[in-house]
C-alpha cells in the first residue's frame, strides 16, 4: 500500500516539481525551499520580523499583556537570582513606581524594622513635620548630650533637622556645688539655669524661651556649665520634635 505521506516527506519534494505559478501569491518560491527552509524575509511582518528579534530577543515593550497571564507567571518563575543588576535601572524605577497601597501589611513586619538595631530600626529621620493644630500628632525625638567632667564651659551637638525643643532634662553624674547647666541655641539661652550640685539629683528647668527652641537644620544645640568650680560629669536629655 502506498505511503500516504510519501508527498509531505522532504526527500519527495524536488524544487523542480514546486514553481512561483503554482505557489499563489508568489509567496512562497522555489529558491525559497532552501537549507533555511523558510526566512525572515517570508515572515509577515503581523507575526515575527527581524526587527522584532533584535539583539536582546525579547523585550518588555515586545510583550503584549494579553500574552502574560498568571497562569504562564508560575509561583517564583521570575527570581531576583534571574534579574541582572544592569536590568533594573533608576530610569526603570520610576518616581512612585511603587505604592504603599501595593505594599501588603503583612510584608512589613517587626524583624524587618530591628527595634533597636543599630543600623535599622526607625529614628528621627523617618519623623514627619508636626504643626500648629495637628490633629493626628507626630513623633517625638529626643537628643542625648552627654557631658564630661571639667572645666566650666560648652557641649555642643549640631543638629542634622531642624528641630523644636520643649523640654530638657539635666541629671548629674558627679557632685559638684553649685553648679548649673543651660540649655542654648548657640549662645541664645532657652532654659534657665538650673542647678545640678549633686550626682544622681534631677534638674529640671523653670523657665523657657519660646522664641529661641527651633533650632535649625546644621545648627548648634549646646549645654553650658557654669557657676560651680568645675562642670560635673552627666548628661542632658532633650525632648523635641521635627518642624518644617
Do not use: C
Not at 13 to 36: E, S
Not at 166 to 188: C, E, G, H, M, R
Not at 199 to 205: F, N, V, W, Y
Not at 221 to 230: E, P
Request: hydrophobic share 50%; proline share 3%.
Amino acid at each position: 500500500m502506498a505511503d500516504p505521506d510519501v508527498n509531505l516527506r522532504t526527500g519527495a519534494i524536488n524544487t523542480g516539481k514546486v514553481t512561483a505559478t503554482k505557489l499563489a501569491g508568489g509567496a512562497v518560491v522555489a529558491a525559497k525551499l532552501g537549507a533555511l527552509a523558510v526566512e525572515t524575509a517570508k515572515i509577515n511582518n503581523l507575526a515575527v520580523t527581524a526587527e522584532k528579534i533584535a539583539a536582546d530577543a525579547v523585550i518588555t515593550a515586545k510583550i503584549l499583556n494579553l500574552n502574560v497571564t498568571d497562569g504562564k507567571l508560575a509561583a517564583d518563575a521570575v527570581t531576583t537570582a534571574k534579574i541582572l543588576n544592569a536590568n533594573v535601572t533608576a530610569a526603570k524605577l520610576a518616581t512612585d513606581a511603587v505604592e504603599t497601597a501595593k505594599i501588603k501589611n503583612v510584608n512589613v513586619t517587626e524583624a524587618k524594622i530591628e527595634v533597636g538595631a543599630a543600623a535599622a530600626g526607625l529614628s528621627g529621620l523617618v519623623a514627619k513635620f508636626i504643626a500648629a493644630g495637628n490633629v493626628i500628632g507626630g513623633v517625638p525625638v529626643i537628643h542625648w548630650i552627654h557631658i564630661t567632667a571639667g572645666a566650666n564651659g560648652d557641649t555642643d551637638i549640631t543638629l542634622t533637622h531642624k528641630t523644636k525643643v520643649v523640654y530638657a532634662i539635666f541629671l548629674p553624674s558627679t557632685t559638684v556645688a553649685a553648679s548649673t547647666y543651660q540649655l542654648k541655641n548657640v549662645a541664645d539661652p532657652i532654659s534657665d539655669a538650673v542647678l545640678v550640685p549633686t550626682a544622681g539629683t534631677l534638674g529640671l528647668p523653670l523657665t523657657w524661651d519660646n522664641t529661641k527652641t527651633d533650632i535649625a537644620a546644621g545648627t548648634v544645640l549646646r549645654v553650658t556649665g557654669a557657676t560651680g568650680l568645675t562642670m560635673p560629669a552627666g548628661d542632658v536629655y532633650v525632648l523635641g520634635f521635627r518642624v518644617a
